[in-house]
């Protein structure tokens, strides 16, 4: 940390020294610093946004680090040099206090929970002044190239394991009350062999102070109760979780052959969805459909597709006592078999792909009016009402067997 630091930005100022401040009390500390942009080398741009640019740059100095002496005192360690990502925030001159409250939310997600991509702090570029995020810098690229690159390579033991560190994620940002609104398979980002959310709420203008009547992101991942402009709410989350499922099983972005536009707004409001790869086991459908339901308040919790998942994944890597443990009717053993069986179907999945022109993955400002009301289609409907009769069939199944143990 450098002595005698401004960002220019009183807001910003005040930002990083609180975390500092607060820092101070903590044997095992954790703050951001404000990092000269002379510190910061080999800076080169691999990424571009609807309203952010990303760099992979090596940061001299690296994050500061102290020790905790017996005496109750903090010796600093010497620096070690840090490959970063760096994510200069458009427009970001007169960043708006909306914008810097959602940094906040990323920070004290990042402050609660170890499994996201540190925040290490911020800098400025001297030429266009525009303010840039520090963050781990995440080597195996986004979710997005991954699938389209390696997609015959994937096994389902690998996407169940994928699924389940996103599920972790949105369960512990949702368990802090934060919603993530931007959610799609091009700020999810791999490091080493796990996946990470990224960009939380920060998909968005920096300058501009927040009104109700926009939405911003990548339409195919949108709720359809966001596209009709009501609140975005946890569940929103959700059906953009499910979507990425639908992609992971496909190999291919959702709606990649349609134009982005108003016709799609109104096909999702009517009940169109994504298509699923050959092959994909039923049970994965039924929890992508119900992410997906029109009928936000019927999509599943953060926490249920958490244990759901969990289940799935364990079932999947174990051979032990988990084969025979049962969970939402069904046994560890035939979960494995289920996704082993559709494995045998990854070379018979075309990996073809021509990408409309209007087809647009990256985040942007949409307006659309006169969308009619969410409905599920009759696909949907059908696959949400056979998942309601399992789950009566599993609680009558369930309670008979409470009754048996009773009496034994």
């Known amino acids: 940390m450098i002595e005698g630091w401004t960002s220019g930005n009183l807001n910003i100022d005040k930002f990083i020294k609180d975390s500092i401040y607060n820092a101070r009390q903590k044997l095992n500390p954790e703050f951001l610093e404000w990092v000269p942009f002379d510190r910061l080398i080999n800076i080169e741009q691999i990424g571009k946004g609807g309203f952010a640019k990303v760099y992979s740059a090596t940061w001299i100095d690296g994050k500061s680090k102290y020790k905790n002496l017996s005496d109750g005192s903090w010796k600093k360690l010497e620096p070690e040099s840090t490959k970063v990502a760096l994510k200069k925030l458009n427009g970001s001159q007169n960043i708006s206090a909306e914008y810097l409250n959602e940094l906040k939310i990323y920070w004290d997600i990042c402050l609660n929970y170890e499994s996201y991509l540190t925040f290490y702090g911020m800098t400025k570029d001297p030429e266009t002044k525009e303010f840039m995020i520090i963050m781990d810098f995440a080597d195996g690229g986004n979710l997005r190239n991954i699938v389209l690159h390696n997609f015959k390579n994937i096994s389902w033991n690998y996407k169940i394991n994928w699924l389940f560190d996103l599920a972790v994620d949105l369960k512990n940002m949702h368990k802090l009350g934060y919603f993530h609104k931007d959610l799609h398979s ?63 099983s496909f190999g291919k972005p959702p709606f990649y052959n349609k134009k982005h536009n108003l016709n799609l707004a109104l096909a999702i409001c009517d009940g169109l969805r994504p298509e699923f790869g050959k092959g994909t086991p039923e049970i994965y459908k039924k ?4 992410c997906t339901n029109a009928n936000s308040i019927e999509r ?32 560890g053993k035939e979960i494995k078999k289920i996704f082993e069986e559709a494995d045998k179907e990854r070379p018979n999945i075309s990996i073809f792909y021509e990408k409309d022109p209007d087809a647009i993955y990256t985040s942007r400002e949409l307006t659309f009016s006169n969308l009619s009301k969410p409905v599920n289609s009759s696909i949907i409907s059908l696959y949400l009402q056979e998942e309601k009769v399992d789950e009566v069939n599993t609680q009558d199944s369930q309670l008979v067997n409470l009754d048996v143990k009773r009496f034994l």
């Open 287 to 290: 929890l992508a459909y119900r």
């Open 186 to 248: 091009g700020n999810i980002l791999r490091k080493d062999s796990e996946l990470y959310i990224s960009d939380f709420g920060l998909s968005e203008p920096a300058n501009e102070q927040k009104l109700d009547n926009k939405i911003y992101g990548v339409l195919p991942y949108i709720a359809p109760e966001v596209l009709n402009k009501e609140p975005y709410t946890s569940s929103s989350d959700i059906y953009s979780f499910g979507i990425i499922m639908i992609e992971l």
């Open 300 to 331: 599943p919790t953060a926490n249920e597709l958490f244990n759901i998942i969990k289940f799935w994944f364990f079932s999947i890597i174990s051979f032990g006592w988990m084969q025979e443990e049962e969970n939402f009717g069904y046994k």
